[in-house]
């Protein structure tokens, strides 16, 4: 009879400790994800990124009930998503029938793109960060045109000088040529 | 007698004024041969405010939109930094020292349909030999370009080069003069409809001071074509290396003054007369500022911009 009870005190307890210990992590988990970036390469992709996935055609409604995230940036993160998919290619310049001394048509059509991500920034200041990291992505990726590249770190130098963030983005991790290229605009 | 002088009177009268009528019919009549005669390529030309000749080619809506950005250019007062003006080799930007510069190198503009193998003739074979080169700017590449949408090319210093390589002394009929080509600042420059469409700002109409503007510096670019000497006569591109967006083609430069710096330079400084623009419009001087700067390639050099002369 004692040897029951001292079981179920066992249980009790280690019932406890493993509660307590779950709500820390949950808790943990939850201020993590709520923080506010301040940290080197907080441009960066969030942690959970088929959250946003799943979220593409969301409905007004549930964009709005997302807490980490708003409307605004939402629609914003969606766009440059869908920007950075049909910006051209650097496989592009191979097709027949190109002029290779001049630029590419499609280099015109990104431009017209870009200034619109402009002015949705220019718009809406809270988006600077959306604006940052799509500016990041599209200068990271190596199919897109080299100076379709170069235009989107210069904006994103521009833009992160014109918000404070500069001293916090990775300017290392993109390549000599692209800041070559960049800082001449 | 009388009433047939009398009579004849009327007739000869018919006849004075019937052959004065023919003499009108046959004028009238060579002038509209001759102008049936005349291909599309007209050697008339008319000059533009600055003085550059627009051959009889040349449509007249773009005629217009050229008269149109040339008069901007001749207004524009900017202030740049000293590198951009050592690399044109200018007091300043202001107009009339850009008109001086680009009237220098450009003396005619023809439309897409001139045919200058049809108005090119050659009138002499040089005494020397000179040396050939192994850029391709008029051969398989430069026509393989003329198959394309034509924006802008510098088809006087093309044709330089095509003589020289040749030993022969072209001349070449265009604006209504017989031009000697002695010389790559012959400054024959063709425009095609592509400088107009896939040159603009997408949404906007030709006649916008940034669609101006960046024209501009297209031409600036062709300028810088009718420079230089020796083994680098026309500012030639050379070859973009494996590593290279535009890898196999000749457009990238080894020149740290060649056309693409050109182009960059008069980009940049010609988006800050472009007061007002819209954020796309920025980013379209932009864009096509990072494709001519990344065309320059390492290691690139400053060449000399003397022009050479046949003599």
């Known amino acids: ?185 | 007698m009388k009433l047939g002088t009398h009579l004849q009177l009327p007739e000869r009268s018919a006849w004075r004024v019937c052959g004065a009528m023919k003499n009108f019919l046959i004028t009238l009549i060579l002038s509209v041969l001759s102008l049936v005669g005349c291909n599309k390529n007209s050697t008339s030309g008319f000059s533009t405010k600055i003085g550059i000749v627009l051959d009889g080619s040349v449509p007249e809506d773009q005629r217009d939109l050229i008269d149109l950005d040339l008069s901007n250019l001749s207004r524009l007062n900017l202030s740049v930094n000293s590198s951009d003006l050592q690399v044109l080799n200018v007091n300043s930007f202001s107009g009339p020292e850009l008109v001086s510069w680009l009237t220098t190198r450009v003396r005619f503009i023809v439309g897409e349909d001139f045919d200058y193998a049809e108005q090119a003739s050659i009138v002499g074979t040089l005494s020397y030999r000179p040396q050939i080169f192994s850029s391709t700017l008029l051969d398989d590449d430069f026509l393989a370009q003329n198959s394309l949408v034509t924006i802008m090319v510098n088809i006087g210093s093309a044709l330089y080069r095509y003589g020289k390589n040749n030993s022969e002394v072209l001349t070449l009929d265009v604006g209504g003069q017989r031009v000697y080509i002695r010389s790559p600042r012959v400054g024959v420059i063709q425009i095609g409809e592509g400088l107009f469409t896939s040159w603009s700002v997408r949404g906007t109409s030709k006649n916008t001071v940034a669609n101006s503007l960046i024209r501009l510096s297209v031409f600036f670019h062709e300028a810088r074509h009718s420079d230089g000497n020796g083994d680098n006569v026309t500012f030639p591109h050379a070859m973009c290396p494996d590593w290279h967006d535009y890898r196999g083609n000749y457009s990238c430069d080894s020149s740290a003054n060649g056309p693409y710096v050109v182009d960059s330079i008069m980009l940049r400084n010609l988006r800050s007369a472009c007061v007002g623009c819209s954020n796309t419009e920025i980013q379209t001087f932009k864009a096509f500022q990072a494709d001519a700067e990344s065309r320059l390639l390492p290691g690139s050099t400053y060449k000399d911009i003397r022009p050479e002369q046949i003599p």
């Open chain 1, 1 to 185: 009879m004692k040897k029951k009870k001292r079981q179920l005190y066992f249980l009790f307890w280690a019932f406890t400790f493993i509660s307590f210990i779950s709500l820390l992590g949950w808790y943990l988990l939850d201020q993590y994800k709520s923080k506010p970036s301040d940290q080197m390469g907080f441009l960066e992709e969030s942690p959970n990124p088929v959250h946003v996935v799943e979220q593409k055609d969301a409905h007004p409604e549930e964009v709005r009930a997302l807490p980490d995230i708003s409307s605004e940036e939402l629609a914003f993160r969606q766009r440059a998503q869908r920007v950075l998919e049909d910006f051209p290619k650097k496989s592009i310049l191979k097709e027949r029938g190109r002029d290779p001394h001049k630029p590419p048509r499609e280099l015109v059509d990104a431009s017209n793109e870009l200034g619109t991500i402009e002015d949705l920034l220019d718009k809406n200041p809270e988006l600077v960060k959306e604006g940052l990291r799509f500016y990041r992505k599209c200068a990271l990726t190596n199919e897109l045109l080299t100076s379709l590249r170069a235009l989107c770190l210069h904006n994103l130098k521009t833009r992160a000088t014109a918000s404070g963030f500069d001293k916090r983005i990775r300017w290392n991790e993109f390549p000599d040529h692209l800041h070559r290229i960049a800082d001449k605009l």
